[in-house]
């Protein structure tokens, strides 16, 4: 959810492969959002459509073997099983944060806003957060984000090895 540390970790993730695999891109949710304008959104059929655009944009880099790392937030089982299924290969990690963390994280102001009732669509407050059925990693993230290192290295340390074109 907001706040778990998606785009530290992903962004850490994706700079320390990157000096292996220079095909590599790293995709966060909220950048993406703004490349494509950010008319949809945030309710449930606004977040529905970004999935597709992200699963697609995703699938057609993956096709021209660019391996990609994905910051996103994901509460679509559906779209889930449609990446492990489309991707030549598909590795998902999990952020498990407490909801008092991200609470007490919020860098967007988004929870306070929300329990608020200043703004809707918030997931983990007025939209659910589905638990992620099958991740192939969870990462305890309740710490702090001034040293994500432990977690990246977590990370490299089980991601299966890929391919440098």
């Not at 009732?117 to 059925?133: A, L, M, S, T």
């Amino acid at each position: 959810m907001s706040g778990s540390g998606k785009t530290t970790i992903g962004g850490r993730l994706a700079a320390r492969l990157k000096k292996t695999h220079p095909n590599l891109v790293f995709l966060d949710g909220d950048i993406l959002r703004d490349v494509w304008g950010d008319w949809l959104g945030h309710d449930i059929a606004g977040r529905r459509v970004n999935a597709h655009r992200i699963s697609h944009l995703c699938r057609v880099l993956d096709l021209q073997k660019i391996h990609i790392v994905a910051a996103v937030l994901s509460i679509f089982p559906e779209w889930q099983r449609w990446n492990r299924e489309n991707f030549s290969r598909y590795f998902e990690v999990f952020l498990d944060v407490p909801m008092q963390v991200l609470q007490a994280r919020d860098p967007k102001a988004l929870y306070r806003r929300a329990f608020a009732g200043e703004i809707q669509n918030v997931v983990g407050v007025d939209i659910p957060f589905p638990r992620v059925e099958h991740p192939d990693l969870v990462l305890d993230n309740a710490t702090d984000l001034t040293d994500v290192e432990p977690l990246v290295e977590r990370v490299l340390t089980v991601l299966p090895p890929l391919e440098v074109e």
